[in-house]
């Protein structure tokens, strides 16, 4: 597991974690992913602190940790219509992960069809 956390004098700014990618939870997944990832289940960064360079430092610890811990890339779940976060993420270097079997050509959650799977390969 990783987890990590942001402080200021203000206390907490922000957050993620991470764990295993448990891949019996996560059927869909299977033939489509490396084996050997991580799951990031959650960045966060509070409302007034974000847009300052906060989550993008996060995700970056969090990559380089995972290559550390010696796992082979990173998978998440975001709400496609966050163009935020979407943003967080492509300028970290994930991307969609295909699907040819999805009418939409990616890998959506099949019980949230807005939230998109993405990963990165490390």
């Known amino acids: 597991?990783?987890?990590?956390?942001?402080?200021?004098?203000?206390?907490?700014?922000?957050?993620?974690?991470?764990?295993?990618?448990?891949?019996?939870?996560?059927?869909?997944?299977e033939g489509k992913i490396n084996e050997n990832s991580i799951y990031m289940d959650e960045i966060a960064v509070k409302a007034n602190k974000r847009f300052k360079g906060?989550?993008?430092?996060?995700?970056?610890?969090?990559?380089?940790?995972?290559?550390?811990?010696?796992?082979?890339?990173?998978?998440?779940r975001t709400?496609?219509?966050?163009?935020?976060?979407m943003a967080l993420f492509k300028k970290l270097g994930f991307s969609d992960i295909p699907d040819s079997k999805s009418p939409r050509g990616k890998i959506y959650d099949p019980e949230f069809p807005d939230r998109i799977y993405l990963q990165k390969e490390l």
């Open 1 to 29: 597991s990783i987890v990590l956390i942001t402080e200021n004098s203000d206390g907490l700014v922000g957050f993620t974690w991470g764990y295993k990618l448990p891949l019996d939870k996560f059927p869909f997944l």
């Open 54 to 76: 906060i989550g993008t430092n996060l995700g970056k610890k969090f990559i380089e940790t995972t290559k550390q811990q010696g796992l082979s890339g990173i998978v998440l």
């Open 79 to 85: 709400d496609e219509r966050n163009k935020a976060s």
